[in-house]
Structure formats: C-alpha cells, structure tokens
C-alpha cells in the first residue's frame, strides 16, 4: 500500500513539474534593442545644450537636432556665434560636415563617427544612431528586480577601439543608466551616465547625459535636451546635403 502511494505521488510531482511554466532566459538582442529605443527617443526633433567642461575652462553649444531615431540626424549648432552654422549629417556610416565660414561640406572616413562631437567628450555615435546594436555582441549579465545589466564585445572588425561595454538599464521600463566602457586591456576608460527621464509614449527618454573622460580628471561632458518633439516623422528632406547647408525649420 506504502509502495503505491510514493508511486502515485511521484507521477503527480511528475506532472506537476512538467506543467509548470517554463520561463526562457532573456534574449540579449531583444534588451539591447528596448534599451537603445529608449535612448534614441524615437523620430522628431529637440534643443541641446552640451557643456564642455577642462580643468581651465568651461564651453557651451546650443544644437538643434533632428532624427529619425534610426540611422539618420542632422544636427545645427545654433550658439555661441562662432560656431553657428556649423552642421553635421549622419546617413548610417556616412558622415558630413558644414563648415559655414569656408562654404564648404567635408565627409569624414567611414570610422569618423567614434570621433569627438566639437571637441567634447561625446562621440558621433554617441549622439546619434544605434551601433551598440550593429557593432557589439550582447551577453547578460544581470536581469532581476533591480538592475539590467549586460556585457556588449565587439563583433570581429567593428571599427570601436574598446574591449567591452558593461550598459546597466532600470528593469521593466529598460529605460538606460549608465554605459562604461572599457579598452582592450581592461581598463575603464569613459563612462555616460543617464537621468532626468521623461515619458516619451512607450519610451523612457533620458533628458540628461553626462560623459566623463575616466583617464583624464576634469574632463566631462554634459547634454541637457529640452524642447523635445520626438514622437512625430521628420522629412527625408531634412537628412539631405542641402538641409545640411540651409537647415530644416
């Protein structure tokens, strides 16, 4: 009698683990993508001031950006005045420069776009487009109640010079945190931190973004976004060489 009873419990601990829902392990891609979604805000248009901060001296730009939280930007320095004009298109790897003193529109090397934005510490791809997804392979690290947490390498030949990225992003809404990356020895050697995050419909957009240099004390860049439009379709007129040199309003 004992037998069938230990018999006929362990069919049903059988089946009830059998029926138990099975939760899959969390696909990196599908992360990463959420998490860039929320940083890119989506298309439309919007004002930053970026501060560049030294240890001697302290610079700001005002900038109107327009994108199509994809692949394309165009971005318009409207202050200080001695900068004015100067413009900046992206079209995927393709890259251009406005310089509105000499009339003339420069494209830079397909690896231009890890170079510094005005002398800052923000990168081109920082900036704009979404090539953590395109030049980096995800691993996850962390996915809990607190934190996500994930490990990007980059895919064989990407033209990134780090070693690694650790991204950490807020659970539930992926909305992103912080970015650090590191170079080929190991070595962190820049960190972008985000906060301040508004509602962009489905999108938690991070207004603030502050870069900091990690190999060089004081040097720290800072990305305030206001007067955001994101939400809405900008024109393929406004990503051409012509928007490049008379705008897009």
């Not at 900046?88 to 420069?106: E, G, H, Q």
């Amino acid at each position: 009698m004992r037998t069938t009873r230990w018999w006929l419990w362990l069919i049903a601990t059988l089946v009830a683990v059998a029926s138990a829902p099975v939760h899959a392990a969390p696909d990196p891609g599908a992360l990463l993508r959420a998490i860039e979604d929320n940083l890119r805000g989506g298309s439309g248009r919007a004002t930053v001031t970026l501060t560049v901060a030294r240890p001697d001296r302290q610079t700001e730009y005002v900038l109107a950006i327009w994108t199509d939280g994809q692949d394309r930007s165009l971005v318009l320095v409207k202050a200080p005045a001695r900068d004015a004009g100067q413009a900046f298109l992206r079209v995927a790897d393709n890259l251009w420069i406005y310089n509105p003193r000499i009339k003339r529109t420069l494209r830079l090397p397909p690896g231009g776009r890890g170079d510094s934005f005005l002398g800052s510490d923000i990168s081109h791809s920082d900036l704009s487009g979404r090539d953590a997804e395109r030049d980096y392979t995800p691993r996850v690290v962390r996915d809990d109640a607190t934190a996500v947490v994930l490990e990007l390498t980059p895919r064989p030949g990407a033209p990134t010079p780090s070693g690694k990225v650790l991204l950490t992003a807020a659970p539930r809404t992926f909305a992103p945190l912080e970015w650090v990356f590191y170079d080929q020895r190991g070595q962190a050697v820049k960190r972008i931190t985000f906060s301040t995050h508004t509602k962009l419909g489905e999108r938690a957009f991070p207004t603030r973004t502050v870069v900091e240099d990690l190999t060089r004390p004081g040097y720290r860049t800072t990305a305030v976004y206001t007067d955001i439009r994101f939400g809405t379709p900008v024109p393929d007129a406004c990503f051409t060489l012509r928007a490049l040199e008379q705008g897009c309003e």
